[in-house]
Nanobody, 124 residues
Framework: QVTLVESGGGLVQAGGSLRLSCAASGLTGSRYAMGWFRQAPEKERVFVAAIGWSGGRTDYADSVKGRFSISRDNAKSTVYLQMNNLKPEDTAVYYC?????????????????WGQGTQVTVSA
């Protein structure tokens, strides 16, 4: 059984930083790309960042480029999202996701497994 567990969310003031973690278990038999998505109240879930299986390739939504950084530690089965210079519009539930494959994927439909999400709230 595959489980993805996010942590690290919370309340932060604008300009602050948070580091999200996603611990994966059960991802055996294939190589998985990982991604982060977010969903603000009454809005659709949108792509934030993605990383390939080896960690050598990444992609970001335009809204977070230069502020967020995705990384992974395959030995720990964990993916991270470092978020700097946070803005109130970054407020959302952040979801970790895993996709079978070696590439970098930016569409939610490509992902096979999802975590339960962690709330990030940025105050003005």
């Amino acid at each position: 059984q595959v489980t993805l567990v996010e942590s690290g969310g919370g309340l932060v003031q604008a300009g602050g930083s948070l580091r999200l973690s996603c611990a994966a278990s059960g991802l055996t038999g294939s190589r998985y790309a990982m991604g982060w998505f977010r969903q603000a109240p009454e809005k659709e879930r949108v792509f934030v960042a993605a990383i390939g299986w080896s960690g050598g390739r990444t992609d970001y939504a335009d809204s977070v480029k230069g502020r967020f950084s995705i990384s992974r530690d395959n030995a720990k089965s964990t993916v991270y999202l470092q978020m700097n210079n946070l803005k109130p519009e970054d407020t959302a539930v952040y979801y970790c996701a895993a996709a079978r494959g070696l590439a970098v994927y930016t569409t939610s439909g490509r992902y096979n497994y999802w975590g339960q999400g962690t709330q990030v709230t940025v105050s003005a």
